[in-house]
């Protein structure tokens, strides 16, 4: 499903590209391609603003900007974190307080037994060294290579605020464990997941990508319906829904292509690049 963008900016373009990282900027290679680099340039030398709205934390942000080869801001950890990079500087940061995440990890340990737990923290800067950032639970399965973990006790782990809470159960699905866990939560987090690997992230109640981009635009008089936005899973469904035109990956899961307004091609085929240049080169 292919359709022209509506007329969002004054130019009838989007004045805003935000666009997720794995699976969607980046190819199976975790690389950008060339096509898709020159797409971005060009959609930037026209006007448009370019932001990055991801899972990853801000550390995580740097091999991006060198691959991009210019620092756009990013809305990080789902929403959670808004992050310059061009500075090192975490602008603001939604977290959950310690007395939430002793009430999440009693409600995982129901809901989930036999599920591992792990935080993310936040400095002023994406690596403080006087804060260790992601710190897990003895037994933690990490889904991907994490050399930055930190393992502390149950209880060291969730005395500190932090902006996500992940949830990590090997061999399971993740979308049946978002389902056990939300039964038993409600609205008083928001429960998402960017691979079905058997993990989870658990960040405060209302926060999302679309949030965080929606207070990341806003000082720049730019509307939430002046964007186009790419993404391939869960976690950024409400952000595909929100703004003005929502683009799924063709690798996207399920539920993201039904819920957006266009399919591109997949990430290892330069989907994002495709729509860029039919609105950005026409």
Not at 36 to 42: Q, S
Not at 114 to 137: K, M, N, W, Y
Not at 201 to 209: C, F, N, R
Not at 259 to 275: C, K
């Amino acid at each position: 499903m292919a359709e022209a963008v509506s007329m969002t900016g004054r130019s009838g373009r989007p004045a805003l590209i935000a666009s997720d990282v794995d699976g969607t900027l980046l190819d199976d290679n975790e690389a950008i391609t060339a096509r898709t680099r020159a797409a971005v340039h060009a959609a930037v030398d026209s006007g448009a603003h370019f932001v990055l709205a991801t899972g990853r934390p801000p550390r995580w942000i740097a091999p991006v900007v060198d691959a991009l080869g210019f620092a756009p801001m990013a809305v990080c950890a789902n929403g959670a974190v808004i992050y310059d990079p061009a500075t090192d500087r975490v602008v603001s940061a939604r977290t959950l307080s310690a007395d939430n995440l002793v009430k999440l990890a009693e409600v995982v340990g129901r809901a989930l037994p036999g599920a591992g737990l792990a935080v993310e923290r936040i400095g002023e800067r994406a690596h403080d060294a006087a804060t260790p950032q992601f710190v897990s639970s003895p037994g933690y399965e990490h889904a991907w290579l994490n050399p930055d973990n930190t393992e502390v006790s149950l209880e060291d782990l969730l005395s500190q605020p932090a902006i996500k809470l992940l949830v990590r159960k090997a061999g399971a699905s993740s979308a049946d464990m978002a389902a056990q866990l939300a039964a038993h939560v409600g609205t008083a987090a928001e429960i998402t997941y960017s691979t079905n690997n058997g993990l989870l992230e658990v960040v405060p109640a209302g926060i999302t990508k679309a949030s965080g981009l929606e207070e990341l635009i806003a000082p720049l008089g730019i509307d939430v319906e002046q964007v186009v936005a790419f993404g391939d899973m869960p976690n950024d469904l409400p952000m595909l829904v929100r703004a003005g035109h929502g683009v799924a990956m063709g690798n996207a899961h399920p539920d993201v292509l039904a819920a957006a307004a266009e399919i591109t091609a997949p990430n290892s085929e330069d989907g994002l690049a495709r729509v860029l240049e039919r609105i950005f080169l026409r």
